[in-house]
């Protein structure tokens, strides 16, 4: 085995250290020329494909169409909502020339879509007949973050897709927002099998230029939340200063009422984060680009015979549906291939070998804990299934166990400061003030995450100021 390819790191030692060897060794990204901006590899990119595969239909379904628009943004367009444009203003990279000359009015390289999107709008709506009405894009995005980047969790330019609705009524808008984290947690929990909790944002913590947001959080193994999507109702705040408005039944203009949500290729690094071990990335079969590596064990340098039965298994089953690939490679040797489809975290190896051959069976290997089974050609197609179905649940289950394991309620400041150095998140009663929430904040390490949907009961003393709590609130440090 070559040296640098494997993981060298535990991960539970330096997980910064670990997440990038994962990212650079098993090609899920590679650094760019420019400070902060990946290249999404093949085998990165291959899991943002599923993940639209999945999403896409469904928000078709729901309705929403899919547009395009143009990735830069004049100055004065963004400027309107005054809350919108201050929230932004520090990521936004400018166009400010056109090869020598200086250009009018600078360009901002989108850092979200919702104010050249409701410029449009307002020429689009006229009537309640339009409503509801809803767009999606996938696109990219630039924010020039400041702090130190990360492949995928924080680039500079991400991948993701928005929804930009617009309802007549508020009840409409409310319903949408909805929708959108209920999708979210469907990615997720059912596609990348990472559990999630679902709820609001405080208002510290929302969306600039909304009335409120809605967010799905992940916890990772270093104790640390990772929002996986964010869905925001933004009330009238944008059909104001936008103009986005409809002649109602009632034959009068009403201002429209909007929600946008959206979510990112920085699914991939909570999927890397999430599943992955001291060896290397786990990839969920559902998501995986490889499902399936099969491994000719070749002995003598003529048995072409081992090759060519691998190539015919790998085809059988490319025509059940599974995505397949035999490493034939003969400059490399079986356990030097077992450790690099490890690392890249392919969910099942099969490996072959003169014996089994023999006996008509195949050796199954589970990526995930390592179980070895032997299995019979004839039955290897509905093993297979049945294996990556099993695959995809335990990691859920295990992701599961770990985040019930790890949260705890805690009743005053220092069983909160316990909990977060013990790499666990925490709830906590809340009397809701933001003061209160600042005042904490300079107290203990993190901040508010969410205000879970599932608020159980709340009762007891905000454990800030003392005061009667409003509500539950999950905090703990974060990505
Ligand atoms: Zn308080």
């Given at each position: 085995m070559s040296e640098?390819?494997?993981?060298?790191?535990?991960?539970?030692?330096?997980i910064s250290e670990w997440y990038q060897q994962v990212v650079l060794r098993a090609e899920f990204a590679d650094y760019s020329p420019v400070k902060g901006l990946i290249v999404m590899r093949w085998w990165g990119n291959s899991i943002w494909e599923a993940i639209r595969g999945f999403w896409d239909p469904i928000m078709r379904n729901h309705g929403l169409k899919n547009h395009y628009f143009p990735l830069l943004i004049p100055e004065?367009?963004?400027?309107r909502e005054a809350e919108h444009f201050e929230g932004f203003t520090p990521e936004v990279a400018w166009v400010t020339h056109a090869g020598e000359n200086k250009l009018e009015e600078k360009l901002a390289i989108r850092p979200t879509s919702e104010t050249i999107m409701y410029e449009m709008f307002s020429k689009w709506i006229k009537s309640y007949r339009d409503l509801p009405f809803l767009v999606n894009q996938w696109a990219n995005i630039m924010r020039w973050e400041t702090k130190m980047t990360k492949p995928f969790l924080r680039s500079r330019e991400f991948l993701w897709h928005e929804a930009h609705t617009v309802h007549k009524d508020k009840e409409g808008a409310d319903e949408e927002t909805k929708w959108g984290i209920d999708g979210y947690e469907k990615i997720s929990e059912e596609l990348l099998a990472i559990p999630v909790i679902k709820g609001k944002k405080t208002n510290s913590d929302k969306f600039a230029g909304a009335d409120y947001t809605y967010a799905i959080e992940a916890l990772m193994p270093d104790g640390k939340a990772l929002q996986m999507g964010t869905s925001h109702m933004l009330g009238q705040n944008f059909s104001k200063p936008y103009d986005v408005k409809f002649m109602g039944k009632d034959e009068k203009w009403h201002y429209a009422w909007q929600t946008s949500y959206g979510t990112s290729t920085r699914l991939i690094g909570g999927l890397i984060l999430?599943?992955?071990d001291d060896k290397g990335a786990i990839i969920p079969p559902k998501v995986a680009p490889v499902q399936i590596v099969i491994i000719p064990i070749v002995f003598k340098e003529t048995d072409k015979n081992i090759i060519k039965k691998?190539?015919?298994?790998k085809e059988k089953l490319v025509n059940h549906g599974f995505r397949v690939e035999v490493d034939s490679r003969d400059e490399y040797t079986a356990g030097w291939k077992f450790n690099h489809w490890e690392v890249k975290g392919v969910p099942?190896?099969?490996?072959i070998g003169p014996r089994d051959i023999k006996e008509g069976?195949?050796?199954v290997v589970r990526r995930d804990n390592g179980e070895k089974s032997s299995v019979k050609n004839i039955y290897i197609e509905q093993a297979i299934r049945d294996e990556l179905d099993d695959i995809q649940i335990a990691l859920f289950n295990k992701l599961k166990e770990n985040m019930d394991k790890n949260t705890v309620e805690t009743k005053n400041v220092d069983e909160l400061k316990k909990a977060l150095t013990q790499k666990k998140w925490a709830i906590i009663p809340h009397c809701s003030q933001e003061t209160c929430e600042e005042e904490l904040s300079k107290k203990v390490e993190g901040g508010p995450?969410?205000?879970p949907f599932d608020q159980n009961g709340v009762s007891g003393r905000c454990i800030n100021c003392a005061s009667n709590a409003k509500y539950s609130l999950y905090w703990g440090r974060s990505y």
């Open positions: 640098d390819l494997g993981i060298t790191v535990k991960r539970d030692d330096d004065s367009l963004l400027k999430a599943h992955g691998a190539e015919e298994l099942l190896r099969l490996e069976k195949v050796v995450r969410v205000i």
